[in-house]
T-cell receptor, first 116, second 114 residues
C-alpha cells in the first residue's frame, strides 16, 4: 500500500522557536495532503488542507500565520509551527490522497512536538 | 456543523465479537470510513462504506444505513492485537471548495482481555 513518512518523529524545542515538520508520500504522488492535530486520547482535528502548488485551506480557528503549510511538490508538504508555545505541544499527523481516490487517506506516523 | 457519536470504550475478551456504533449528523455525506489507531501510532484505514449495506474484510466488517445516519464496525474473533482506538469518519461531499475532508468521531477505545 501507499506509504507516507513524517520527519521528525518527535521534537522538543524551546518556547519561541519555530519547528518544521515534513510529510512525504514515498511511492505515490499526493495532489492533496491534510494536516491533523491530536491530543492524548482524543480525536484527530483537521487543521488544514493543502493542494500542490496552491495555498492551504485552514479550518476555522486555526491560525494560518502560526501554522505555515507549504505543499511544494506532489510528494512533499511541510508544516511549520512558528513561535511555538507549550500549548502547541501535541501529536501532529499528516495524510495524503493518492490522485482522485478519495476512498481512503494514507496517514503518516505522526510527529510528537513538545514545547518547553 | 457536523457531529459523530461513538462509544468511548468497549472491553471484551479474546475470541469475542465487538460492535462499535457510529451515528452522524453532517451537512454533506460522501461515505463513512473506519480507522484503527494503536497508542502513539498512525491511523490505518480499515474500511469505507458509501452505499447502504455490509462490507466484509476478513475479521472486520462495516455497515452503513444512510437513511438512519448510522453505521457500525464489527470486530470478530477478537485478538489481543486488536486493542486500539477505532475512529469513524465522515467524508464531506466533494465540491469546488472541498476535497473530501474527513471529520473524525472521538474514537472508541477497545480493550481486549485474555
Amino acid at each position: 500500500g501507499a506509504v507516507v513518512s513524517q520527519h521528525p518523529s518527535w521534537v522538543i524545542c524551546k518556547s519561541g522557536t519555530s519547528v518544521k515538520i515534513e510529510c512525504r508520500s514515498l511511492d505515490f504522488q499526493a495532489t492533496t495532503m491534510f494536516w491533523y492535530r491530536q491530543f492524548p486520547k482524543k480525536s484527530l482535528m483537521l487543521m488544514a488542507t493543502s493542494n500542490e502548488g496552491s495555498k492551504a485551506t485552514y479550518e476555522q480557528g486555526v491560525e494560518k500565520d502560526k501554522f505555515l503549510i507549504n505543499h511544494a511538490s506532489l510528494t512533499l508538504s511541510t508544516l511549520t509551527v512558528t513561535s511555538a508555545h507549550p500549548e502547541d505541544s501535541s501529536f501532529y499527523i499528516c495524510s495524503a490522497l493518492e490522485g482522485r481516490d478519495y476512498n481512503e487517506q494514507f496517514f503518516g506516523p505522526g510527529t510528537r512536538l513538545t514545547v518547553l | 456543523g457536523q457531529s459523530l457519536e461513538q462509544p468511548s470504550e468497549v472491553t471484551a475478551v479474546e475470541g469475542a465479537i465487538v460492535q462499535i456504533n457510529c451515528t452522524y449528523q453532517t451537512s454533506g455525506f460522501y461515505g463513512l470510513s473506519w480507522y484503527q489507531q494503536h497508542d502513539g501510532g498512525a491511523p490505518t484505514f480499515l474500511s469505507y462504506n458509501a452505499l447502504d449495506g455490509l462490507e466484509e474484510t476478513g475479521r472486520f466488517s462495516s455497515f452503513l444505513s444512510r437513511s438512519d445516519s448510522y453505521g457500525y464496525l464489527l470486530l470478530q474473533e477478537l485478538q489481543m492485537k486488536d486493542s486500539a482506538s477505532y475512529f469513524c469518519a465522515v467524508r464531506d461531499l466533494l465540491t469546488t471548495d472541498s476535497w473530501g475532508k474527513l471529520q473524525f468521531g472521538a474514537g472508541t477505545q477497545v480493550v481486549v482481555t485474555p
